[in-house]
């Protein structure tokens, strides 16, 4: 199987060691052709996880995005929501016909409130069969140094998830299957809305006791939103899944509590008084809760589920509500 990666960051470059770890050839797409030869020059991405070197013979690089897909079987899209319209949109209706396609994307798509294997049935009659996510608590820095992650890979194709799951899986990587294709999404979104709300709370300088107490009623936001997408009819799943397995509240605890949380680290910034704006400049890499926030907030004007800590922090992120007064709000709230 041909495998292609989009994206240029750390959890793109993260990858693209574990499947050529794995001894498998990558064709890998970089928008900045700099970076590229760099890479083919030094033998690592310049930008990011720099101390990760590749074996050159196993990377075929490419700048356009349709000779990647042209000559890949099997793609892994691993780019912020917020780029995937820019990224994809002039792109052919038929380009992924016949392809697989892996979603590592974390996060949501802003323009429409709608996650990657939605838009890519809208704009491209992508089937779902032929789609997968590879999610998890698993952070690129620690891929990176090698030290034990796990991953879950999920999609409807019961056939195909096996074999795909072991592109990824190795001795520093555990990599598990799942059905529940838009409850882990859904997951992952929510998880970057809370460890943004974590890193205010520790900017605030709250104590340990009041973050666990604040992670524990975010699992249960999350339970219930993902309970209410079930009924509504978009999980595909026979059998209930288990929201305390790694992918889930696993993704959820190490986000909220990691240094290398870049969502986590953009809320402890609005906690210490930036505002939006500057905290976004700071921190220089997209955090995908702050487009999350407001797209859940959306979703969840219909589905009407009490989540008065998802809503707190869109109100801090969107309509300038300070942080102390929006966590101070919360505290009454909280069991």
Request: hydrophobic share 40%; glycine share 6%; aromatic share 12%.
């Amino acid at each position: 199987m041909r495998i292609g990666i989009i994206g240029s960051g750390s959890w793109a470059t993260a990858l693209a060691k574990i499947v050529t770890d794995n001894g498998h050839p990558v064709h890998w797409w970089i928008r900045n052709e700099q970076t590229i030869q760099y890479f083919q020059k030094r033998r690592h991405n310049p930008h990011y996880l720099s101390s990760v070197y590749f074996d050159l013979s196993q990377i075929h690089f490419y700048n356009s995005l349709p000779e990647l897909i042209a000559s890949t079987d099997c793609i892994v899209l691993a780019v912020p929501a917020a780029f995937i319209h820019s990224l994809l949109g002039e792109l052919p209706v038929d380009v992924f016909r016949d392809k697989k396609i892996i979603s590592a994307v974390k996060g949501i798509l802003p323009e429409e409130n709608e996650l990657l294997n939605q838009y890519l049935e809208r704009s491209f009659s992508f089937s779902l069969s032929q789609y997968f996510t590879l999610l998890g608590p698993c952070h690129a820095e620690e891929v990176a140094a090698e030290k034990l992650s796990y991953l879950t890979l999920s999609g409807t194709d019961k056939t195909a998830i096996e074999p795909l799951a072991a592109i990824f899986n190795n001795e520093y990587v555990f990599t598990h299957i799942n059905m529940d294709i838009w409850g882990v999404q859904y997951a992952a979104v929510l998880k970057n809305i809370y460890a943004l709300g974590a890193g205010i709370v520790h900017g605030l300088e709250y104590g340990d006791n009041f973050l666990s107490v604040f992670i524990s009623n975010a699992a249960k936001e999350v339970v219930q939103f993902l309970g209410a997408i079930d009924k509504r009819g978009d999980a595909l799943n026979d059998t209930l899944s288990d929201y305390a397995g790694s992918v889930y509240l696993g993704d959820l605890l190490v986000t909220c509590y990691s240094l290398h949380s870049r969502n986590r680290t953009f809320g402890n910034m609005i906690g210490k008084g930036y505002s939006v704006t500057a905290a976004r400049l700071e921190l220089n890499m997209v955090a995908e809760g702050y487009y999350a926030a407001r797209c859940i907030h959306s979703l969840n004007q219909k589905l009407g589920c009490d989540m008065p800590i998802a809503k707190t922090i869109y109100e801090i992120l969107w309509n300038q509500l300070p942080a102390a007064n929006g966590i101070h709000s919360l505290e009454s709230r909280l069991v």
